[in-house]
């Protein structure tokens, strides 16, 4: 079935450091791939998204490219600030009416 | 502008109880989920509408599940007959089209807590 794996937590880095969290996905078709992200006391919220092979999705410094060849979706960002401090989820819809979500990357960066 | 409302925000309750909780969306948005997410666990789908009725309710677990939205905004997540195994946190989002936007948002959840 359709699902997403995305590297386990915790992650702890300190400010200006790179940051880098794995995901790969199986699906039956051509999903869209998302990175959502939950804050502290806050509800998720989409990060950044791609909808198609080779496309960058980009947001508040992080970014992942959509890999068709290796079923990948990496978040990166290439210095963290205390603020990113949160929990990160890759996710995937084949059809707008499901996600599929990971088991969530907890992420915490110190000054 | 508001953003997607859940209540309570807490709920404790004994096993057999049965329980109602409540989703308020973002004005104007057809689409309509709700997921279910335990500790350490991704958000998992339970339940989608588009307007007033359920589109897609494969991700129900069981018959105790049941989830309404009669004028197509509101929405009520019912569980009958609780269970310690539906302690989780139940989410609630809501979409412009839910068409391939990508964009869900969510509520703060609520937490459900069967002793």
């Known amino acids: 079935g359709d699902s997403v794996t995305q590297m386990e937590g915790p992650v702890t880095l300190s400010e200006e450091a790179f940051l880098t969290i794995n995901c790969t996905y199986t699906?039956?078709?051509?999903?869209?791939l998302f990175w959502y992200v939950q804050y502290p006391g806050e509800g998720l919220q989409l990060l950044l998204k791609?909808?198609?092979?080779?496309d960058k999705g980009s947001n508040k410094g992080f970014e992942a490219t959509y890999r068709k060849e290796t079923t990948s979706f990496h978040l990166e960002k290439g210095s963290v600030q205390v603020s990113d401090s949160a929990v990160y989820f890759c996710?995937?819809?084949?059809?707008?009416?499901?996600?599929?979500f990971g088991t969530g990357t907890s992420l915490t960066v110190i000054p | 502008g508001a953003g997607v409302s859940q209540t309570p925000s807490n709920k404790v309750t004994e096993k057999g109880k049965y329980v109602e909780l409540r989703c308020d969306p973002i004005?104007?948005?057809?689409?309509l989920y709700w997921y279910r997410q335990s500790l350490g666990q991704g958000p998992e789908f339970l339940i989608y509408?588009?307007?007033?009725?359920?589109?897609?309710d494969s991700g129900l677990p069981n018959d105790r599940f049941f989830a309404v939205r009669p004028e197509g905004s509101v929405s009520t997540l019912k569980i009958q007959r609780t269970e310690r195994g539906d302690s989780a946190v139940y989410l609630c989002?809501?979409?412009?089209?839910?068409?391939?936007?990508?964009?869900?948002?969510f509520g703060e959840g609520s937490r459900l807590t069967v002793l």
């Open positions: 509408f588009q307007g007033t009725g359920a589109a897609d």
């Open positions: 004005s104007g948005h057809t689409a």
């Open positions: 699906a039956t078709g051509y999903p869209s």
């Open positions: 791609a909808t198609k092979a080779d």
């Open positions: 996710a995937l819809s084949l059809s707008g009416n499901q996600f599929y």
């Open positions: 989002a809501s979409s412009p089209t839910g068409a391939d936007t990508g964009e869900l948002f």
